[in-house]
């Protein structure tokens, strides 16, 4: 079973920046793509960014620019971040980690495993 946990979530001010992490128990990313979604209420889950075993990285039109997604596989950390800048308050929402045994998909429901979810708060 493959674990993955968040962090780094929290309450900006529009124009502000926060950098999530999240780390993956039991495996290496060689092996892995690694996504982040995000969920606001009342909405769906939707694609944010994902970055694949060989370290190609994919965004949603709309957050090119702003958000950046790195991964750090170096001595079996296995983590993977999500930095944003620039928020807006329509970034607001729960963000989650995401991973899959195959390529990168822009559908959640093609990964395996989540983390628990980190709440990205930001005010006007």
């Known amino acids: 079973q493959i674990q993955l946990v968040e962090s780094g979530g929290g309450l900006v001010q529009a124009g502000g920046s926060l950098r999530l992490s999240c780390t993956a128990s039991?495996?290496?990313?060689?092996?892995?793509?690694m996504g982040w979604f995000r969920q606001a209420p009342e909405k769906e889950r939707e694609f944010v960014a994902a970055?694949?075993?060989?370290?190609?990285?994919?965004?949603t039109d709309s957050l090119k620019g702003r958000f950046t997604i790195s991964a750090d596989n170096a001595k079996n950390t296995n983590t993977v971040y999500l930095q944003m800048n620039s928020l807006k308050p329509e970034d607001t929402a729960v963000y989650y980690c995401?991973?899959?045994?195959?390529?990168?998909?822009?559908?959640?429901?093609?990964?395996?495993?989540w983390g628990q979810g980190t709440q990205v708060t930001v005010s006007s």
């Open positions: 039991k495996h290496s990313f060689s092996t892995y793509a």
């Open positions: 995401a991973s899959r045994s195959r390529g990168v998909s822009y559908y959640y429901g093609a990964y395996e495993y």
């Open positions: 970055i694949s075993w060989s370290g190609s990285t994919y965004y």
